[in-house]
């Protein structure tokens, strides 16, 4: 922009200030918008991955699945809305087209102007120094009677600011309600890998007394039923030389519509090293090796 602009000297103060204002409103006014479609974009993709940790017992390959999925989509709306139009970059004569478009008074005087002012071969044989000076002493008449406002109205990005406080209130909301399983849900989506607990409803301790078992080895499992009525406890277990590709074996605990017991204990005989974890009710533990 500098250089077309110093290319021409004739070219009125006026229209230089129309110009760079539009082009400053322009910016400002797609950072705005872009900046909201981002957030709304996050949110849309963000709560359902939450949501799914939160009321699924998901294993953590389609933990990293999902994580990986809200990443994407957020970095690819992120170039989307905000990067492309902040790089796309700024011309002159684009902004004296969409001014004139907007503006009919201006009788495509400022566009006239800044196409016979673009530097480039030949420019002294586009028209006559008299058109030019003509041209000038017009634009500059008839551009302080357009205000910047009336062409971009500030509007348009408040409204979409808005749409994106809106999105906004049930994430907060939610937050609010449960801000440490927020947080627990939160953490888990950034780092899927971890073996971080999630938040639930019911909470079982589990306490094992032997960490290795041998073959042939009794280990006793002992849980409590802390938080909640699980309404079935159910222990999964499968051999530790395969954990990733062992198949975990379920062997229902507790199945009643009463009452349950504070304390459940349950006796294994392993015939080979192996780990296991608890399922209960909306609960699942972390593997227990």
């Known amino acids: 922009l500098v250089g077309s602009e110093m290319c021409i000297r004739d070219r009125p103060v006026e229209a230089l200030k129309l110009l760079r204002g539009f082009g400053r409103r322009q910016r400002l006014l797609a950072t705005a918008r872009g900046a909201a479609a981002w957030t709304i974009c996050v949110i849309l993709f963000v709560l359902p991955a939450l949501a799914l940790d939160r009321f699924l017992l998901l294993e953590t390959p389609a933990r990293l699945t999902i994580s990986w999925i809200v990443l994407v989509a957020a970095g690819a709306a992120l170039a989307l809305f905000v990067l492309l139009p902040l790089l796309r970059p700024g011309s002159l004569l684009r902004y004296a087209r969409e001014i004139e478009r907007r503006a009919p008074d201006l009788k495509g005087a400022l566009l006239s102007l800044v196409e016979f002012s673009r530097p480039g071969p030949g420019l002294e044989n586009r028209c006559s120094r008299e058109l030019l000076e ?10 302080p009677q357009v205000k910047i406002d009336k062409l971009l109205p500030a509007r348009a990005a408040s409204r979409a600011l808005l749409l994106a406080g809106l999105a906004c209130i049930l994430p907060l ?3 609010l ?6 947080l627990q849900l939160g953490r888990r ?17 589990v306490e094992v007394d032997r960490a290795v078992v041998g073959r042939g080895q009794e280990v006793s499992i002992k849980i409590s039923v802390d938080r909640g009525r699980p309404g079935e406890v159910v222990l999964l277990s499968r051999e530790s030389r395969s954990p990733g590709n062992g198949n975990w074996k379920s062997t229902n605990l507790l199945s009643t519509a009463g009452n349950e017991p504070g304390t459940i204990l349950h006796k294994v005989r392993a015939l080979a090293s192996f780990d296991f974890r608890v399922r209960g009710g909306d609960y699942l533990s972390l593997i227990h090796i």
Do not use: I
């Open 134 to 143: 003509s041209l000038a002493a017009d634009t500059a008449r008839r551009c």
């Open 173 to 175: 909301v939610t937050t």
């Open 177 to 182: 309600l449960d801000p440490g399983g927020m």
């Open 189 to 205: 989506l950034v780092n899927p890998s971890a073996e971080l607990p999630r938040p639930t409803s019911v909470f079982l301790q």
